[in-house]
């Protein structure tokens, strides 16, 4: 069974930085693109950056500039360099794996979330 392990998450004040990293484990062949997502309370999940197997990019307006995602198609991990956060940058961070190889089956995948907390 696949699955996804987010972790870096935190507290952090506004102006710094964090390093999300999402580990695909479950004897995976291959995956797709891998993206994070977050969402808060009362509102739906959005997508803040997402990156293809060849390293092709696509961030949300909202992350251009500041967030970087990245990954390691061998180790099957996924990471979101977070800098210059704002305190609307608070959200569960979610990473989400498409297309995923295995040799018991073929499908998408998140993982449980983990929170991002900035203060003022």
């Known amino acids: 069974q696949v699955q996804l392990v987010e972790s870096g998450g935190g507290l952090v004040q506004a102006g710094g930085s964090l390093r999300l990293s999402c580990v695909a484990s479950g004897n995976i062949v291959s995956i797709g693109t891998m993206g994070w997502y977050r969402q808060v309370p009362g509102k739906q999940r959005e997508l803040v950056a997402r990156i293809t197997s060849g390293g092709d990019t696509d961030y949300a307006d909202s992350a251009k500039g500041r967030f970087t995602s990245s990954r390691d198609n061998a180790m099957h991990t996924l990471y979101l360099q977070m800098n210059s956060l704002k305190p609307e940058d608070t959200a569960v961070y979610y990473c989400?794996?498409?297309?995923?190889?295995?040799?018991?089956?073929?499908?998408?995948?998140w993982g449980q979330g983990t929170q991002v907390t900035v203060s003022s």
């Open positions: 989400n794996a498409r297309n995923v190889v295995a040799p018991y089956g073929f499908g998408d995948y």
